[in-house]
C-alpha cells in the first residue's frame, strides 16, 4: 500500500519538477542585479513634507527595508504619522512594496500596496549607484515619480509631479537616517 502510494506520489511529481526544472529563472543575473539594491536595507527613520493645494504638511516615520527570499527580492514597509493639533498622531501613510529584478526586460519591477487600497506595478531604476528611481504614469494627479538617494547613512527621497513628463515640480520631500547598522 505505501509503495502504491509513493509511486502515486512521484508519477503526480514528477512532471512538476521536471517542468520547473525546465523554465528555472536566470537566478544568477537577479540575485546579482539585487545586490545593487543593498543600499537601501535597513531601518530608517525620520520626517519629511508633503504640498499639496498649496499647503504643506509635515510627517516623522519609519520605512524597513529587507531582501527576502535568498536576495532575490525587497521588502520595504513605510509607516508614516502627522502630530494632530491636540498631541495625537494619525498615519498617513502606510505601503508596503516589493522590488524584485526581471532579467528578460533587464530591469526592476516595484509592486506597491498602500493602506487606501490603491495599488500598482511600476518599473523602477537606478540612476546611480545609490539611487533608486520610479514613475506612477497612473496617478490620480498625474504623472508622478519618486527619486531615493542614500549617501553615509542618509535617505533622501523626493517626490514630484507633472502634467507632461518633461517639467517636474517637487511636492513631497524626506530625510531618514539609518537606525540600525548592519
Given at each position: 500500500m ?8 512521484m508519477?503526480?511529481c ?5 517542468s ?24 530608517w527613520?525620520g ?5 499639496f ?5 509635515k ?7 529587507e531582501?527576502k527570499?535568498?536576495?532575490?527580492a ?6 508614516h504619522k ?5 498631541g495625537?498622531?494619525r ?6 512594496g516589493?522590488?524584485?529584478?526581471n532579467p ?9 500596496h498602500?493602506?487606501?487600497g490603491?495599488s500598482g ?7 546611480d549607484e545609490n539611487?533608486l528611481?520610479?514613475t ?7 504623472k ?10 542618509k ?8 502634467e ?6 517637487p511636492f513631497f520631500?524626506?530625510?531618514?537616517s539609518k537606525?540600525?547598522r548592519?
Open positions: 505505501l509503495g502504491k502510494l509513493l509511486f502515486a506520489v508519477i503526480f514528477t512532471p512538476a519538477i521536471v520547473a526544472q525546465q523554465q528555472s529563472p536566470d537566478l544568477g543575473s537577479k540575485s546579482e542585479a539585487m545586490k545593487k539594491l543593498k543600499f537601501l536595507t535597513g531601518v527613520e520626517a519629511g513634507s508633503i504640498e493645494g498649496g499647503r504643506r504638511s510627517f516623522h516615520g519609519r520605512e524597513t527595508v531582501l527570499i535568498g536576495g532575490l525587497l521588502l520595504i514597509e513605510g509607516v502627522m502630530n494632530l493639533p491636540n495625537e498622531e498615519v498617513i501613510h502606510n505601503a508596503l516589493l522590488i524584485t529584478y528578460e526586460s533587464k530591469d526592476f519591477q516595484f509592486i506597491a498602500l493602506s487606501n490603491r506595478t511600476y518599473k523602477a531604476m537606478l540612476t539611487t528611481q520610479w506612477l504614469s497612473d496617478s490620480p494627479v498625474g508622478m515619480r519618486y527619486t531615493i538617494n542614500v549617501n553615509d547613512g535617505w533622501h527621497e523626493i517626490g514630484e509631479i507633472s507632461d513628463g518633461k517639467e517636474w515640480v520631500e524626506m530625510q531618514l537606525v540600525d548592519e
